[in-house]
Structures are given as C-alpha cells and as structure tokens.
C-alpha cells in the first residue's frame, strides 16, 4: 500500500504480511513516507519508480535473498542506506550483510522501538556525511570539521551539546522544532532525560549568541517549540 510521503521515504521488504503491516503502520506513526513490497523483484522496481531514502530489507525472500538484491541496487547506482532484516543471529550473515553494502542489521524479533531508533541514527549519519562542512545562517557560521562557530565574525566558544544543537536549529532554519525533535536528534534517542534540558540549553545559547547580534535568533513559539530565524525581524 502507498502513501504520499511525509518524511524520508521509507521501502518495507518482507515476504510476512503481518511484519510488513506492523512496520507500515509504525512508520506512518512516526513520521515516515513508506512503501512496503513482498520479494526482490518488486524491490527492484520499486527503487526504480522511487528511489526510497532507506530500505528495510528482509534477507530471506522468496525469489532472491536479500544480499543478492543488494548487490543489484548497489551495482545500479543506488547509494541510499540499507538496514537488514533477518530470523537469522549469525555473525557470517551480519558480515556478508555489510560486506555487499548493507548499512546496519537488526535481528527478528525486533522492537519498534528500536527499528525506528536504528532508521533515525542512520538516516542522521548519512545526511551529515553528505553535508557541506560549513552552515551558513543569517550571521552565525558553524564548521562541523573544525567545530568552529562565529557570530557576526566573532568566535564562540560552544560545549559539544550546545554545537549539536546549534547545528540542530541551524539545518532547520525557520522550522519550528518541538522539544522532543530536539531531544531525539540531540540528545539521541537512548537519552532518558525530560524536555527541560532543553530550555536549559537554549537558554545557554542565546547568553553566548545574543550579544553578538541585534535580536535575538532563536525564538520561543509557545506550545509548540523553538525555531532559528535567519530575520528576525
């Protein structure tokens, strides 16, 4: 079943009904455009209606297990990140997943919870290995390779939190992000702690960054989150 997509787009591959309905309906939930198909051929077409920005592959199809459907994709150009699925706990296996350019591998049964946490991480370290090195917004500059910020030309001096949340904010320039958007992609999803972290450190950031500018960048949108201005004006 297809869905126009809200989020990354999500290809489901898995010979079960009910794992392919269970992790669709999850998906949905959380945020995801998905598509879900039952063997190999139909993957391969789908990636070529579609290119998916993450496949969850099943290993053990009916037509062709999925290390050979890899191959294909890899071997046509396709790049996007591929998480496999499997019954199967065998180290042989995670390593021929890997070694044919799968990207991370979770083992049935699974918990949602921690299917949708490994597509986050992974769809996260993708999209910063392709980025470029510097962000650029309004007049606060970050460099992810020297961990330099500068506002209006003037050097700052961030915590490793506060950078990943400056570059948090900055990526979603003019997007109102919600305390748990940030806490998820800051904090990572194994982090225990409550929203007020949060407001803590926005407040941190703004005593560093609001010296350096006419108003204040980050703004409160109350009952809903913060979000970075380029103007805030």
Do not use: C
């Amino acid at each position: 079943m297809n869905t126009q997509p809200k989020g990354p787009r999500i290809l489901i591959v898995d010979d079960e009904p009910s794992i392919r309905e269970l992790l669709s309906t999850s998906l949905r939930f959380a945020g995801f455009g998905v598509r879900a198909v039952s063997n190999g051929a139909q993957t391969i077409s789908a990636v070529l209606e579609e290119e998916p920005d993450l496949i969850i592959l099943d290993v053990m199809l009916p037509d062709m297990n999925g290390f050979s459907v890899t191959k294909r994709l890899r071997s046509a150009g396709y790049t996007a990140p591929i998480l496999f699925l499997t019954a199967k706990d065998d180290v042989e296996d995670k390593v021929q997943g890997l070694t044919v350019g799968g990207d991370d591998y979770v083992t049935k049964p699974f918990s949602l919870d921690e299917i949708i946490a490994r597509i986050k991480a992974i769809l996260r370290r993708t999209t910063q290995e392709n980025e470029d090195a510097v962000i650029a917004v309004g007049p606060i500059v970050l460099d992810q390779d020297t961990h330099e910020v500068t506002v209006s030309d003037a050097q700052v001096e961030l915590s490793p939190t506060e950078f990943k949340l400056l570059r948090y904010l900055m990526q979603n320039a003019n997007r109102v992000l919600s305390k748990s958007q940030i806490l998820d992609h800051v904090w990572e999803y194994d982090f225990n702690g409550d929203a007020g972290i949060v407001e803590s450190y926005i407040s941190y950031l703004r005593r560093k960054l609001d010296p350096l500018t006419e108003e204040s960048l980050i703004q409160t949108k109350r009952g809903f989150g913060y979000m970075l201005k380029t103007d805030a004006k």
